[in-house]
């Protein structure tokens, strides 16, 4: 069984960092292709950063050149450094991994609040 355990998240001001952290149980992060996605109120859900299990990666053009996803396959982690945050990027941030038929499983989440 899958577990993703996602943590990090909190309240932070415009420009400022945070670092989200989701520890995977029941996978091995560095074959699986692991994600980042987000929802903000009334709005959909949608993925952000995608790191593929050849280690490349991919970024929606709103968090481009901001964000990094990155793992540590030693403790089956992934992360997302988040820099220079908007108040657009206050959202929900769930940690997901991408199976056969699409973003199958997103964790819990947590939230992340940028004040302007």
């Known amino acids: 069984q899958v577990q993703l355990a996602e943590s990090g998240g909190g309240l932070v001001q415009v420009g400022g960092s945070l670092r989200l952290s989701c520890v995977v149980s029941g996978r091995t992060v560095s074959t699986t292709h692991m994600a980042w996605g987000r929802q903000a109120p009334g709005k959909e859900r949608e993925i952000v950063a995608v790191?593929?299990?050849?280690?490349?990666?991919w970024y929606s053009d709103s968090v481009k050149g901001r964000f990094t996803i990155s793992r540590d396959n030693y403790d089956n982690t992934v992360y997302l450094q988040m820099n220079s945050l908007k108040p657009e990027d206050t959202a929900h941030y769930s940690c997901?991994?991408?199976?056969?038929?699409?973003?199958?499983?997103w964790g819990q989440g947590t939230q992340v609040t940028v004040s302007s």
């Open positions: 790191k593929w299990s050849d280690d490349t990666t």
């Open positions: 997901v991994i991408k199976g056969s038929s699409g973003y199958d499983d």
